[in-house]
């Protein structure tokens, strides 16, 4: 892992305490810092005898046993005699023997509560790939989990992948996760590390460390819930690529706490007393802003106040307590109603729960104030660490709560394989190379807001803020989801660029043809990787498609005009007729003006027929023009002064009629809806259908009717073909003679 030396004047240095550089706060009881040159003589001075453990981890086995008291120390002190057999000789940068950095990293995940197997792998981390001890060796002696965790977390060698392989090593390491997520555990608990020990690095170094540690780590040390390890790493992250920023932030902290007076804290005596008078039994603790955060309020707020600086912590015992504890301060103190969430109810994606309040003074000091059990805030802070090892299978007494855990197929349910590390897990297979790989999972690891949205039947699918139709078609179904559609969206057709909320209820409707396509559009409306990846795969292996200006079809898309020869001779000559003024066809309804000795003509703008209300207008040659009265055209003829004929229907049922149906496109939908029409018993004069756009598709139909009452089963009749949304008469806006 080739961890660097200390500085204890660099940034990184300073940053790893919440308030550097002013005085301790003596409400935060806090673990002092470890002198790593005195464990790295310890680790040779120690003993390390089978009889004791060797002084060198005395703190590993000290913090280890605060969160598992029974725990068996003998395989750490096995670890620990290996790793610092095969290290010895070996130094940091900064002098210091190297071992010194492996017991680093697992004191770290020892005061985080990681279980023994975790501690033990964290000790060999740098072995393999240091050292001349191979995976072999580590397998059997500490076991199968211990050998796969370390192999997790070793680098490819740069030989072998040359400027490929940090982002392969990324890829290996996020395969393992996937399998088991104590291999990323170490991995943050590395990098941390690190960061806090980087200063001796040269400043481009620095600097290129940091950024990948702000786009990869930190979101995933988010993702996983750690956020003891998130909030240092954006500390020192910020003290490197933001050294003025981070030094005014730091300057804001030390001087509010020179303070006289702190007015979180007289916040925090009040809220005890109140819950003291209640009878509830509670912690309340004042939990200090980190740097990030602290800059993140100042940008948003401006000037500061005194009750910004921190938050106050509510621990209670129960889940009902928390809101026994909200229910008491909404009540005694004034809440801040807008600064209300339930993240018990409703968990984040990466199982922090907690209430979040706020309260305010008469002065205009607020305080937030988060509620939670004790439980909560263990794994609010450790994320998946806390969670022990969550492959091991359940006690005798735990027996109940693991049939719970249990999922519809009686698989055991992995709490450390949420629904984003599966998404993950799966594009990355995709991704055609290295290049590819490492730009999307920055990309994807930037969007960090997930929801939810239920299937119609009953599932449910994990997106990103954001995420459309495209998306949930393609985390359902794969590639298959080239067929889809569209889709409905809370029981309402959508298009596949519809936006997903969280919540929302979402059914893909799916074409039949195994050839189906996806079109280009689908990428302006696609968030994830795996609906992205999946359609530029699909385009550069269809060449003729990629081209924007082929206009390529939706799923078996359609022409824009379908028309037999013989229909298009019958628009023809109905074309000609209405030039000439003539008469409409014979098997048209027939409409009565009264204008003695003229020709009628229904107009072809809005297709009146019987029983629509009617108006004429006369128009050049001694023609009359019948509209519809709700016609645009009507309208426009009464702006010129054309005076209005009076329009009657005489006894003729059969009509001509002009319709417009929306659909999705699909394969052999013309040829659906031309069925639909025939077994109506009606002609079709002209059919022509227009250019796709976002997977919609409009036909236009000049269709004879043989009785015009039969219109309204002939729209419900083209309503039904699967793929149509909706069927109305043509109100075209045309200019009129």
Known sequence: MSAEATNPASPGAVSSSLEPGGPPSPRRRTRPRIDLRRLGRAAFLGSATRDRLPDAIGHVAEAHRAHHPDADLEPLRRAYVLAESSHRGQMRKSGEPYITHPLAVTLILAELGAETTTLTASLLHDTVEDTDVTLDQVGEEFGAEVRFIVDGVTKLEKVDYGAAAEPETFRKMLVATGNDVRVMSIKLADRLHNMRTLGVMRPEKQERIAKVTRDVLIPLAERL????????????????????????????????????????????????????????????????????????????????????????????????????????????????????????????????????????????????????????????????????????????????????????????????????????????????DPDTFWSTLREDLAQDREITVFRADGGSLGLPEGASCVDAAYAQYGEDAHACIGARVNGRLATLSTVLRDGDTVQLLMGQDPASEPSREWLEHARTPVARIAIQRWLAAHPAHSDPADAPRPSGGLPEAEETPAEAARAAADARSAQDGSAASPAAATAVVDQPGATVRLAGCCTPVPPDEVTGFAVRGGVVTVHRVECAGVAHMKSTGRAEVGVHWGDTTEARVTLVAESFGRPHLLADLTEAIALEGVAIVSATVEPPTQQRVRHTYTLQLPDAAHLPALMRAMRNVPGVYDVTRAQHHVAVP
Not at 302 to 320: I, T, W
Not at 358 to 379: F, N, P, W
Request: charged share 25%; with cysteine.
């Open 225 to 432: 819930g750690v956020q003891a390890l998130k909030t240092e790493l954006e500390d020192l992250v910020f003290a490197i690529l933001h050294p003025e920023e981070y030094r005014h932030t730091r300057e804001l902290i030390v001087g509010n706490a020179s303070r006289a007076d702190d007015p979180l804290a007289e916040i925090a005596d009040e809220v005890r007393a109140v819950l003291r008078d209640s009878g509830i039994q509670a912690e309340v603790l004042i939990r200090p802003r980190h740097f990030v955060s602290l800059h993140r309020v100042a940008r948003k707020r401006g000037r500061l106040r005194g009750s910004d600086f921190g938050r106050v912590l509510v621990l209670v015992n129960e889940d009902a307590d928390c809101y026994g504890v909200l229910g008491e301060l909404h009540t005694c103190m004034t809440p801040v109603v807008s600064e209300f969430k339930d993240f018990i109810a409703v968990p984040k994606f990466n199982l922090y729960q907690s209430l979040h309040t706020a309260v305010a003074r008469a002065d205009g000091q607020v305080a937030e104030v988060l509620i939670r059990t004790h439980q909560m805030h263990k794994a609010a802070e450790a994320g998946v660490i806390a969670l022990g090892n969550p492959y091991a299978p359940p006690s005798e007494e735990q027996s109940d709560t693991a049939r719970a855990d249990l999922d519809g197929d009686g698989e055991r349910i992995d709490p450390t394989r949420p629904g984003w590390l599966s998404r993950l897990l799966d594009w990355q297979e995709a991704a055609p």
